[in-house]
Each structure stands twice: as structure tokens, then as C-alpha cells.
């Protein structure tokens, strides 16, 4: 019973540190010095070096919906509905969704890595003493840059599915690009497009202040600095999904479902 009251113990105040820095974000994000040139080296990091990733994503996505999709709906004969169908699913739900989840994986481990590293050999200590401000150097401008480039790469996967489920449907269907492109949009919202790419900015924003976190309170040695990158991962993922069931419950509730 001890151990369950020191362990609960223990998670309150990890969830009230958190808390502590997260607010500290939001008190500093407004305050000099404002590392512009760090937050572009950041973006460039995030962005450049995803594109690869998230593109190879978004098609195989496309490609692999459009097959798996493609028996169903001709048993049905609604084959015609495919491509509305996909850019539903790709737009409102499966590309961010994947999109934050393997930037995740790339960003939240590198980072959790990287800051825990400079934390274990006294690299950050340096900058306090020197009197530099490690939080906006680190921290906002990771945060900033992931809040930026989610948005932007997650309209890059989406735009590579769609042209997957066209691939795909060329082959087996001949179909147009032109009734492709007119049957996919037809049924997709400004206001979806909006909110469900503009939701990923707070996946970044939970990627890159979890990360960071992890990566700032690293103690120990170079052991600690992995585990610090796995549960940043781990962390980054289960908080994406969280925040993915509560923005979609509060979207469904201020706009209504799209079929409505």
C-alpha cells in the first residue's frame, strides 16, 4: 500500500512539473531574446529532413485505403463514392493522425536525446552560468518549430495520399484525374480542412514540450538519456491520441458531422 501511495505520489508531482514548465512556455514564449535564427535552424530540421518520411507515409497510406476499400464498395456498387470516401478519411482524421504520430517518433526521440545529452554533460548548466537562457535557446524555439511544420507536413501527406488513391484507382479503374479530384472534394468542408490540419499544431506542441521536458530533467548518465528518449515517444504518442478524441468530440459539437 505504501508503494501505490509513493507511486502515486511520485505521478502528481511529475504531472505538476509539467504543468510548471508548460506554463513557463507560455510566460516566456512572449519575451526577448527571441532566437530567430535557431527557430528557422529548428524548422529546417523538422521539416526538411521529414518530408521524405511523411511523403513515403501519405502514399503508402493512399495506396493501401484505396485497395482495401475498393472490394467492399463494388460489392455494394458504390465504387464511385471511392475517392470522396478517401479524401474524407485521409483529410479528417488519417493523415494528421499518422502524420503527428511519425514525427513523433522521428522528433521525440532526437530531441528527449539531444537536450538529455547537454543536460548530462553540463552543457545546459554552461549557458545558465554564462548567463544565457537555455529555456527560450532549447525549449520555445523546438516547440515553435514543431507547432509551425506540423500543419505544413501533414497537408504534404495528405496531398501524397490522395495522389496514391489516384494511382491506385488509375490502375484498376481507368478513372480521370479531373472526376477523381472533383468526386474527392465534394464532400470535404473548408472548416474540415481547417481544424483537422490546424489540430496538428497541438500534436507538435505536445511533442515538442514533452520532449523537451523529458530531455530538461534527465539525471545520471548516458542510460538515463535513452530512456528519456524512448518516453518521449511513448509519452508524445498516447498524449497525440488523447488530444485527438477531444478536439474531433469538441469540432463534432461546434460544427457538426460533415454528412449532416
Known amino acids: 500500500m505504501r508503494f501505490e501511495k509513493d507511486g502515486l505520489t511520485e505521478f502528481l508531482t511529475q504531472v505538476a512539473e509539467f504543468?510548471?514548465?508548460?506554463?513557463?512556455?507560455?510566460?516566456?514564449?512572449?519575451?526577448r531574446p527571441f532566437e530567430g535564427r535557431e527557430l528557422l535552424r529548428q524548422m529546417d530540421d523538422v521539416g526538411s529532413k521529414s518530408?521524405?518520411?511523411?511523403?513515403?507515409?501519405?502514399?503508402?497510406?493512399?495506396?493501401?485505403?484505396?485497395?482495401?476499400?475498393?472490394?467492399?464498395?463494388?460489392?455494394?456498387?458504390?465504387?464511385?463514392?471511392?475517392?470522396?470516401?478517401?479524401?474524407?478519411?485521409?483529410?479528417?482524421?488519417?493523415?494528421?493522425?499518422?502524420?503527428?504520430?511519425?514525427?513523433?517518433?522521428?522528433?521525440?526521440?532526437?530531441?528527449?536525446?539531444?537536450i538529455g545529452s547537454m543536460r548530462v554533460t553540463e552543457q545546459i548548466d554552461a549557458l545558465e552560468v554564462a548567463a544565457l537562457k537555455p529555456y527560450h535557446y532549447l525549449v520555445i524555439t523546438r516547440v515553435l518549430a514543431c507547432v509551425i511544420m506540423f500543419p505544413i507536413l501533414t497537408l504534404w501527406t495528405d496531398s501524397l495520399a490522395l495522389f496514391g488513391g489516384y494511382i491506385e484507382s488509375q490502375i484498376a479503374s481507368s478513372m480521370d484525374y479531373r472526376i477523381f479530384l472533383?468526386?474527392?472534394?465534394?464532400?470535404?468542408?473548408?472548416?474540415?480542412?481547417?481544424?483537422?490540419?490546424?489540430?496538428?499544431?497541438?500534436?507538435?506542441?505536445i511533442v515538442g514540450i514533452v520532449s523537451c521536458w523529458l530531455g530538461f530533467n534527465v539525471r545520471g548518465g548516458t542510460r538515463e538519456v535513452g530512456r528519456a528518449a524512448m518516453q518521449a515517444v511513448v509519452v508524445s504518442s498516447l498524449l497525440i491520441l488523447l488530444a485527438d478524441v477531444v478536439i474531433v468530440r469538441f469540432s463534432l459539437l461546434l460544427f457538426g458531422d460533415v454528412s449532416s
Open 51 to 114: 518530408f521524405l518520411l511523411t511523403g513515403v507515409t501519405g502514399l503508402a497510406i493512399g495506396i493501401v485505403l484505396a485497395m482495401q476499400s475498393r472490394g467492399t464498395l463494388v460489392r455494394f456498387g458504390a465504387e464511385a463514392v471511392l475517392p470522396s470516401m478517401l479524401a474524407l478519411s485521409v483529410i479528417k482524421e488519417i493523415g494528421p493522425v499518422i502524420t503527428a504520430l511519425v514525427l513523433a517518433g522521428r522528433l521525440g526521440a532526437g530531441m528527449g536525446a539531444e
Open 182 to 205: 472533383s468526386t474527392a472534394f465534394e464532400s470535404v468542408r473548408f472548416s474540415d480542412l481547417v481544424i483537422d490540419t490546424g489540430k496538428t499544431s497541438v500534436f507538435g506542441f
Open 19 to 31: 504543468g510548471r514548465f508548460t506554463g513557463m512556455f507560455f510566460r516566456r514564449v512572449w519575451r
